[in-house]
């Protein structure tokens, strides 16, 4: 049998949806670990990334710690695909982009009604929030992207079987979906 | 009929005065379009229709048919351009389709699925673009908006009321309604007008409406944009009932 391919997975400014989504792959999870074994990931606990094949990045990118961590993923896989709407365009968390990030802060942790002695986080374990929330692409070159919110997990398995076997991943009607 | 041109290798017959685009989707042959619309004055903007009429990129639903042409549009050169199009459409405005209840139902969606545009791969520029959602039974979402001109026309052309317009120049160009106060609730706009319905994206809607159909149940959920407008378009029907242009499609 030839070598597994190795995987890495993250979520960044996700809400871990699209890694629900990997799970619920179910019973072809089986499989797929014929296929793959994983490196660092939610799945496995491992903190940091050893050099991968395949890296899947969930969550777009709003503070420094993403940054470190989406570098560290460039640097070691091959292939790095951006999965789910967050990845691709900032999602959710983006639509605070309009707005001014001092304000939201202020309007969230001191001005909301029924906050007594409320504070603005400054643990300095937080990583520090950036100005604006960005796609991946943005920050480091993304091979591949796998859309939907989240994506399916028939999209999933679709997408990566179809890059395992070394053909273009596609997608096609009904597994394609941006929602 | 004599009249015909040719469409990515097979014969397309046509009436005097009709476009590329009116007979090739009346014929059963789809062309990616977006801001074209088959009850308005074609607009030409969009240029997601764009083919190829004797070696020259035009829009399809501008260029009137000729005999003889020869016309491309199914190739990868003109797909890629209608995916970066899409891909900019994205780019440009707010569309976060996972909280829009136009999801399912959108064209520029459903154009970016047929296309298999997995992602804009542009510098998104989140612009900020305030909802008005005065008017006590219409929504408009801004952020969606891109300038398709639909509900300008249907509202001028069908309604008579010319509740929209198209303000500005380049990319500070948006979407405006036609009230001194610049609100919708201060025009006499209708749930019922033909500018409620044409709106590509998730622009105008009506309120209380939301999901009432669900996510997987719409109509692109159903089938590629590709073939539902096929569908749509208006077609010369013989006395059978079936497409007389049309070559081998019911």
């Given at each position: 049998m030839s070598k597994k391919l190795r995987v890495a997975t993250t979520s960044l400014a996700g809400c871990f949806g699209c890694h629900m989504s990997i799970l619920d792959i179910d019973e072809r999870l089986f499989p797929l670990l014929d296929l793959i074994e994983f490196d660092r990931s939610p799945l496995t606990d491992i903190k940091h990334c050893g050099p991968c094949d395949i890296g899947l990045v969930e969550g777009g990118v709003c503070n420094a710690e993403n940054v470190h961590v989406l570098h560290e993923f460039r640097k070691n896989c091959k292939i790095l695909i951006a999965i789910g709407a967050c990845a691709i365009n900032g999602g959710l968390p983006a639509q605070r982009n309009h707005l001014d990030l001092g304000s939201c802060l202020t309007e969230v942790y001191l001005t909301e009604p029924g906050l007594l002695h409320g504070h603005i986080p400054n643990d300095p374990e937080l990583p520090l929030p950036l100005d604006k929330v960005h796609p991946l692409h943005e920050v480091v070159k993304i091979d591949y992207f796998i859309p939907g919110c989240p994506p399916s997990a028939d999209a999933i398995w679709k997408f990566l079987i179809d890059l395992i076997a070394g053909k273009t991943p596609e997608l096609g009607h009904g597994l394609i979906k941006y929602d | 009929m004599n009249d015909t041109f040719q469409l990515d290798g097979s014969t397309v017959p046509f009436e005097p005065g009709q476009t590329v685009m009116q007979a090739a989707l009346a014929a059963g042959r789809y062309i990616p379009h977006l801001c074209y619309h088959p009850e308005f004055k074609p607009h030409g903007s969009c240029k997601l229709c764009t083919v190829k009429a004797n070696g020259r990129t035009v829009a399809s639903c501008t260029m009137p048919a000729e005999t003889g042409l020869d016309v491309e549009s199914e190739i990868e050169e003109l797909n890629a351009l209608r995916r970066s199009l899409v891909q900019m459409l994205f780019a440009e405005g707010n569309h976060f389709c996972p909280s829009c209840e136009k999801s399912g139902n959108c064209v520029l969606q459903a154009l970016g699925y047929d296309l298999e545009v997995h992602a804009t791969g542009f510098r998104h520029l989140y612009p900020d673009r305030p909802l008005d959602a005065s008017h006590p039974d219409i929504l408009l979402d801004f952020n969606r908006c891109i300038l398709c001109e639909l509900c300008v026309r249907a509202s001028s052309e069908?309604?008579?009321?010319?509740?929209f317009a198209l303000s500005g120049r380049g990319i500070t160009k948006h979407l405006i309604v036609n009230a001194e106060s610049g609100k919708l609730s201060d025009t006499n706009i209708a749930l019922t007008d033909k500018a409620m319905q044409?709106?590509?994206?998730?622009?105008i809607l009506p309120k209380r409406?939301?999901?009432?159909?669900?996510?997987?149940?719409?109509r692109y959920d159903q089938r590629p944009i590709s073939a539902q407008a096929l569908d749509d378009a208006p077609r010369q029907t013989d006395s059978s009932g079936n497409c007389a242009a049309c070559e081998g499609t019911p």
């Open positions: - | 069908v309604d008579g009321k010319n509740v044409v709106c590509p994206v998730g622009v409406v939301g999901f009432s159909v669900p996510i997987g149940e719409r």
